[in-house]
């Protein structure tokens, strides 16, 4: 594997590792020694394929957006994970965990949410495979996204409401682990970004490296060449992006471009820029880039868009930031929301506004006659509606 991929022991660069509590070694050990012999069986692979095909509906299109091409005067293809099943990419992840797990006998599946999105794409595949599925989600989230917690609940899961400190995202986390740490023999941890303790940026990365190798078959068919000038994705954890850059990390020549939430502002001090305002440390059981104040104290980030509210990156990330391969840049809510209502009205594509994100930065590009460009459309907006709604007046 190159420099940008994990290593043996693994880091990416000065990032990565497993830094967990003693009581999760059994179970972050087993994963290690296990994932890639597991991944690794045709039986697996075949299972993998076959329900990404018929479950998920992939390969999902590139599809050339003509009317945004002519406006920005580059070839912008959309790379659309908006049309997965459960309308987002966190699906591919979730699918290749639960046979994951199978295999290694587990019986009973955790999983932590913040808005409730990977929460609902966990609680599809326990449905798909009728194992036990238990979510942790904090209170305050559990009262803001009433539609995915019934969408869960009627999919069989149990919803456990995180009760301790600001009873969000990172509460929910908390209990997710004081769980795994309680049944280490039976139960599979369910990480749904490319961040947590190794093997889990890499696992995850591997999951979602479908959309990069769906991207070059489809672009060579659609240009003759597998590689464009420029590949986009937005950044909350980072696993789209992963999955979006992960077969074009080895072709220099083609620009990454990683967009981060800069929500009310960088200096507004009510953001998510990880890489503009964070500092290396450790997060989640890895070392990577992190939001944090002068004595080490995790920050509160936001964003308008749930997905991407969160205060670090994952260690890959981190890497291909510190040295330089990828361009890591922020987007505010503002300029998100205008992207959004653009992309609908010339494509007739709402947006999630994560991705919404990745679309904005187009406007602050220059190309040069007939360059490529794919952006991930990591989701639909379906589930984001009301905050359209709310911030056009609609
Ligand atoms: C969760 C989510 C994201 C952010 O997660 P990553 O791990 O950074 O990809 C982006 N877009 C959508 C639609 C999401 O649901």
């Not at 394929?49 to 509906?57: A, I, M, R, T």
């Not at 969408?151 to 069989?156: F, S, T």
């Given at each position: 594997?190159?420099?940008?991929?994990?290593?043996?022991?693994?880091?990416?660069?000065p990032?990565?590792?497993a830094?967990?509590p003693?009581?999760?070694?059994?179970?972050v050990?087993e994963l290690?020694?296990?994932?890639m012999e597991?991944?690794?069986?045709?039986?697996?692979?075949?299972?993998?394929?076959?329900?990404l095909k018929?479950?998920?509906?992939?390969p999902?299109?590139l599809?050339?957006a003509k009317?945004?091409?002519?406006?920005?005067?580059?070839?912008i293809?959309?790379?659309?994970?908006?049309?997965?099943?459960t309308?987002?990419?966190?699906i591919?992840?979730?699918?290749g965990q639960?046979l994951?797990a199978?295999?290694?006998?587990?019986?009973?599946i955790?999983?932590?949410t913040?808005a409730g999105?990977?929460g609902?794409?966990?609680?599809?595949?326990?449905?798909?495979?009728?194992l036990?599925?238990?979510?942790?989600?904090?209170?305050?989230?559990?009262?803001?996204?009433a539609?995915?917690?019934?969408?869960?609940?009627?999919m069989?899961?149990t919803?456990?409401?995180?009760?301790?400190g600001s009873?969000?995202?990172?509460?929910?986390?908390?209990?997710?682990?004081?769980?795994?740490i309680n049944n280490?023999?039976d139960?599979?941890?369910?990480?749904?970004?490319?961040?947590?303790?190794h093997?889990?940026p890499?696992?995850v990365?591997?999951?979602?490296s479908?959309?990069?190798?769906?991207t070059?078959?489809?672009l060579?068919?659609?240009?003759?060449?597998?590689?464009p000038?420029?590949?986009?994705?937005?950044?909350?954890?980072?696993?789209?992006?992963?999955?979006m850059?992960?077969?074009?990390?080895?072709?220099e020549q083609?620009k990454?471009?990683?967009?981060e939430?800069?929500?009310?502002?960088?200096k507004?001090?009510?953001?998510?820029?990880?890489t503009?305002?964070?500092?290396?440390?450790v997060?989640h059981?890895?070392?990577?880039?992190?939001?944090?104040?002068?004595?080490?104290?995790?920050t509160?980030?936001?964003?308008?868009?749930?997905?991407?509210?969160?205060?670090?990156?994952?260690?890959?990330?981190?890497w291909?930031?510190?040295?330089?391969r990828g361009?890591?840049?922020?987007i505010?809510d503002?300029?998100?929301m205008?992207a959004?209502?653009?992309?609908?009205?010339?494509?007739?594509?709402?947006?999630?506004?994560?991705s919404s994100?990745?679309?904005?930065?187009l406007?602050k590009?220059?190309?040069?006659g007939?360059?490529?460009v794919?952006?991930?459309?990591?989701?639909?907006?379906?589930?984001?509606?009301?905050?359209?709604?709310?911030?056009?007046?609609?």
């Amino acid at each position: 594997m190159s420099k940008y991929h994990v290593n043996k022991k693994g880091y990416y660069g000065p990032f990565g590792g497993a830094y967990i509590p003693e009581m999760l070694y059994p179970n972050v050990e087993e994963l290690q020694q296990k994932y890639m012999e597991i991944m690794q069986e045709e039986s697996f692979q075949q299972e993998f394929q076959e329900l990404l095909k018929d479950y998920v509906g992939r390969p999902s299109p590139l599809y050339l957006a003509k009317r945004l091409s002519a406006r920005y005067g580059a070839n912008i293809f959309l790379k659309r994970e908006d049309l997965n099943h459960t309308g987002a990419h966190k699906i591919n992840n979730t699918i290749g965990q639960i046979l994951l797990a199978e295999r290694l006998g587990k019986k009973r599946i955790i999983a932590e949410t913040g808005a409730g999105q990977h929460g609902v794409a966990t609680a599809t595949v326990c449905a798909l495979k009728g194992l036990e599925c238990v979510v942790y989600m904090g209170e305050i989230d559990i009262q803001r996204q009433a539609p995915n917690v019934a969408r869960m609940k009627m999919m069989g899961a149990t919803v456990v409401a995180a009760q301790s400190g600001s009873k969000t995202l990172k509460d929910a986390t908390n209990e997710a682990l004081r769980d795994w740490i309680n049944n280490p023999i039976d139960t599979h941890y369910i990480i749904g970004s490319v961040v947590g303790p190794h093997p889990y940026p890499d696992l995850v990365a591997r999951f979602q490296s479908i959309i990069s190798e769906e991207t070059k078959r489809q672009l060579t068919e659609k240009t003759g060449n597998s590689l464009p000038d420029y590949v986009l994705a937005c950044v909350g954890g980072g696993s789209n992006a992963a999955g979006m850059f992960y077969h074009f990390l080895e072709d220099e020549q083609v620009k990454l471009i990683a967009v981060e939430a800069a929500g009310h502002g960088i200096k507004s001090g009510e953001s998510a820029a990880t890489t503009a305002l964070g500092k290396e440390g450790v997060l989640h059981g890895s070392r990577s880039i992190l939001m944090q104040t002068e004595d080490g104290q995790v920050t509160e980030p936001y964003s308008i868009s749930a997905g991407l509210d969160y205060p670090g990156i994952g260690p890959q990330h981190a890497w291909l930031y510190k040295s330089g391969r990828g361009k890591y840049v922020s987007i505010t809510d503002d300029e998100a929301m205008q992207a959004g209502l653009l992309l609908t009205k010339l494509e007739g594509i709402i947006p999630a506004i994560e991705s919404s994100h990745a679309l904005a930065y187009l406007e602050k590009m220059t190309f040069q006659g007939n360059e490529n460009v794919v952006i991930c459309l990591s989701g639909r907006g379906d589930k984001d509606l009301d905050n359209y709604m709310k911030y056009f007046g609609f």
